[in-house]
C-alpha cells in the first residue's frame, strides 16, 4: 500500500470527549549552555527564510561556512551566565506560565481545556505538541504565540509551522490563531501594574526605556507592523503610567549582523543617557512574554555594565511578566475572549 501523504496523526481519538486545546507557543532555547547544544539550535533558528531575507543559497553558505563556526562558542558562553539548575530561563519560565494558566482555565471555564507548550525551535515542536494534543481528541485549538507585537520573524513563522502541520492531518481541529495581542487592554494593565509594583518595592529610577527585541529595518520598511505594535505598546504604557515622552524612552537590542536594524539601538542609548546624567535607569523588555537571554543577559548584564562604564550608577532591569497573576490574568481573558463561543469556554451563567 502506498504511504499516506497524511504523516501526522491518521485517526484522531475517538475515545475522548471533545476538548479545546491552547497550544502557547515560544522561540526555543538550547538544550544546555555548550556550543554543541546551542549549534543545532542556530541552525534551525536562523536557517528560518522567516527569520533571515536573504537569497537562500547565498544564505546557506554565510550560515554554514561563517556564522554557524562561530557564533555557538560566543552564544553558549552567554546563555552559561543565566543557566539555572532547571534549565534554561526561557523553558523553565514559559512551563510555569502554561502551568498557571491550565490551573486559572480549569477553574474558569466550564468544559475542558487543555493548555500545552511549543517551542517554534527545537523541541517540543508545534507539529509534536498538536499531533499529541490531536490524540487526546482536542477538536477545537487556540494558537496563543507569546508574542505581544506581531512580526513575520517571530509570529509569521508560528504560523507557518502550524499551516505545515495542519497540511499534513487528516482530520485537522478548529483552528484560531492570535496574531498579536500588543494593544490589548488587559496586557497593557498588566504591563503598568508589574512595573508599578516593582517600582513600589525598589523606588523610581530617573527615567524609564523600553527595550524592544529589534529586526531589521528592512522588513519594516516591506510591511512588517512591528515597528508600529511597539510604538503602539509604548504609547498606551505611557498613558497608562501617566508618563511623556521624556521619562519613557523606547530603544532596539539584540542587533546581529551589518545591516541597519530598528533605531535607535538599545547599547547606544544606554550609553547616552549615562553621559547626559541619568544616574538610575529603569529598563523594561514588554516584547518578552517571559524572561531569557535577551533579558537576562544582555540587558540585565551587559547593559547595564555599559551604562556603568559611561558614567551610570545602576541600570535596573524590571522582570518581564513571566507568570505573574497580573500575566495569568491578562492572556486568561485574552484566550477566554479568543475562544469565548467554543463550548468548553461558555461560562455556567451563560448557559
Ligand atoms: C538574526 C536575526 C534575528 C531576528 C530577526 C530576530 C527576531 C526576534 N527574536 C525574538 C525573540 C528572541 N530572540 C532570542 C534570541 C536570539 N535572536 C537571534 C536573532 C534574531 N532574532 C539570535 C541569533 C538569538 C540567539 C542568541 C544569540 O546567539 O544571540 C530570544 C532568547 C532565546 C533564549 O534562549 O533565551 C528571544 C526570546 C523576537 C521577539 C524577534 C522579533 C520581533
Ligand atoms: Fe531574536
Ligand atoms: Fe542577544
Excluded at 51 to 80: C, K, T
Excluded at 97 to 121: D, F, H, K, N, P
Excluded at 181 to 194: C, E, K, N, Q
Aim: proline share 6%; net charge neutral; glycine share 8%.
Amino acid at each position: 500500500m502506498p504511504r499516506s501523504h497524511y504523516t501526522g496523526l491518521a485517526r484522531p481519538s475517538y475515545d475522548h470527549p471533545a476538548q479545546a486545546g491552547v497550544l502557547l507557543v515560544n522561540l526555543g532555547t538550547p538544550d544546555a549552555p555548550t556550543a554543541r547544544s546551542v549549534r543545532p539550535y542556530l541552525a534551525e533558528f536562523l536557517g528560518d527564510p522567516r527569520v533571515i531575507e536573504y537569497p537562500r543559497w547565498l544564505w546557506w553558505l554565510i550560515l554554514h561556512g561563517v556564522i554557524l563556526r562561530i557564533r555557538p562558542a560566543r552564544s553558549a558562553h552567554a546563555y552559561a551566565r543565566i543557566w539555572t539548575p532547571e534549565g534554561s530561563p526561557l523553558r523553565v519560565e514559559s512551563e510555569k506560565l502554561a502551568a498557571a494558566l491550565q490551573t486559572a482555565l480549569g477553574t474558569a471555564v466550564r468544559g475542558s481545556v487543555r493548555v500545552a507548550l511549543a517551542m517554534r525551535y527545537g523541541a517540543p515542536s508545534v507539529r509534536t505538541q498538536i499531533e499529541q494534543m490531536q490524540r487526546e481528541g482536542v477538536r477545537r485549538l487556540l494558537v496563543l504565540p507569546l508574542y505581544p507585537q506581531y512580526s513575520g520573524t517571530s509570529t509569521g513563522s508560528v504560523i507557518d509551522a502550524v499551516a505545515d502541520t495542519f497540511k499534513q492531518l487528516r482530520w485537522p481541529p478548529e483552528l484560531r490563531i492570535v496574531n498579536d495581542y500588543h494593544a490589548d487592554a488587559g496586557h497593557i494593565d498588566a504591563l503598568a501594574r508589574s512595573i508599578e509594583r516593582w517600582w513600589s518595592a525598589h523606588g523610581r529610577g530617573d527615567k524609564l526605556l523600553l527595550s524592544f527585541h529589534g529586526i531589521p529595518q528592512r522588513y519594516v520598511d516591506a510591511g512588517d507592523p512591528y515597528l508600529h505594535h511597539c510604538q503602539g505598546t509604548a504609547q498606551r504604557l505611557r498613558e497608562r503610567l501617566g508618563l511623556n515622552a521624556t521619562q519613557l524612552e523606547v530603544s532596539f537590542q539584540s542587533r546581529v549582523g551589518r545591516e541597519a536594524w530598528l533605531q535607535p539601538y538599545t547599547d547606544a542609548t544606554v550609553r547616552r543617557l549615562a553621559g547626559e546624567g541619568i544616574r538610575r535607569l529603569d529598563v523594561a523588555c514588554p516584547g518578552f512574554a517571559v524572561d531569557c537571554l535577551e533579558t537576562l543577559e544582555e540587558i540585565a548584564m551587559q547593559n547595564h555594565d555599559m551604562f556603568v562604564a559611561a558614567g551610570g550608577e545602576s541600570l535596573r532591569y524590571i522582570p518581564a511578566l513571566n507568570d505573574s497573576e497580573e500575566q495569568i490574568a491578562s492572556l486568561g481573558a485574552l484566550i477566554r475572549r479568543h475562544a469565548h463561543d467554543w463550548p468548553e469556554f461558555l461560562s455556567d451563567e451563560a448557559t
